[in-house]
T-cell receptor
Framework: QKEVEQDPGPLSVPEGAIVSLNCTYSNSAFQYFMWYRQYSRKGPELLMYTYSSGNKEDGRFTAQVDKSSKYISLFIRDSQPSDSATYLC???????????FGTGTRLTIIP | NAGVTQTPKFQVLKTGQSMTLQCAQDMNHNSMYWYRQDPGMGLRLIYYSASEGTTDKGEVPNGYNVSRLNKREFSLRLESAAPSQTSVYFC???????????FGEGSRLTVL
């Protein structure tokens, strides 16, 4: 079983829609839960991170963590064409200082 | 503020040739990393350096060597390139071990 599972997509939605991106994980030692955004032909950049179950909002973005189900989500409200990118979930284990990435979901927002 | 700079951005090699990918960061970060990114495989760690003078293997180190030249620079060398090393390579850095990495723009390598 992979430590992290992420649907690769691609996912296409119309502008203004709510987008839901998801990852599941199996390692209970993961303590930080992150979302990176990667534009085409660029390096990933950290979008949001959280370390507790529940929701964390930042503008149009909400990161949700459910540790009991080992499931994290990223919601994008009022999606814009500029949100078109690949979104990678990532998990940090402070015990071995290892960062584990999902494979990424490619998202396209259609104007 | 340049952040993490990688050179070259593109390179085509023949099987068996060698080359070095260069990486430099200007954020005074202690830790530096080399990843490769392949379709369907995500980002995989090749080597990392937790501090100047130290290097450690990551998930996929075979066929690569690294040098932490100083605090700013971390190079990745392919001694005898193979087609399986065709990939996009990313250098990253952070101040201390955490999930927040700062990435360069990538180096696209094709081995024929």
């Amino acid at each position: 079983q992979k430590e992290v599972e992420q649907d690769p997509g691609p996912l296409s939605v119309p502008e203004g829609a709510i987008v839901s991106l998801n990852c599941t994980y199996s390692n209970s030692a993961f303590q930080y839960f992150m979302w990176y955004r990667q534009y085409s032909r660029k390096g990933p950049e950290l979008l949001m991170y959280t370390y507790s179950s529940g929701n964390k909002e930042d503008g149009r973005f909400t990161a949700q963590v459910d540790k009991s189900s080992k499931y994290i989500s990223l919601f994008i409200r009022d999606s814009q064409p500029s949100d078109s990118a690949t979104y990678l979930c990532a998990f940090f284990n402070f015990g071995n200082e290892k960062l584990t990435f999902g494979t990424g979901t490619r998202l396209t927002i259609i104007p | 503020n340049a952040g993490v700079t990688q050179t070259p951005k593109f390179q085509v090699l023949k099987t068996g040739q060698s080359m070095t990918l260069q990486c430099a960061q200007d954020m005074n970060h202690n830790s530096m990393y080399w990843y490769r990114q392949d379709p369907g495989m995500g980002l995989r760690l090749i080597y990392y350096s937790a501090s100047e003078g130290t290097t450690d293997k990551g998930e996929v180190p075979n066929g690569y060597n690294v040098s932490r030249l100083n605090k700013r620079e971390f190079s990745l060398r392919l001694e005898s390139a193979a087609p399986s090393q065709t990939s996009v390579y990313f250098c990253a850095s952070n101040r201390d071990p955490s999930g927040e990495l700062f990435f360069g723009e990538g180096s696209r390598l094709t081995v024929l």
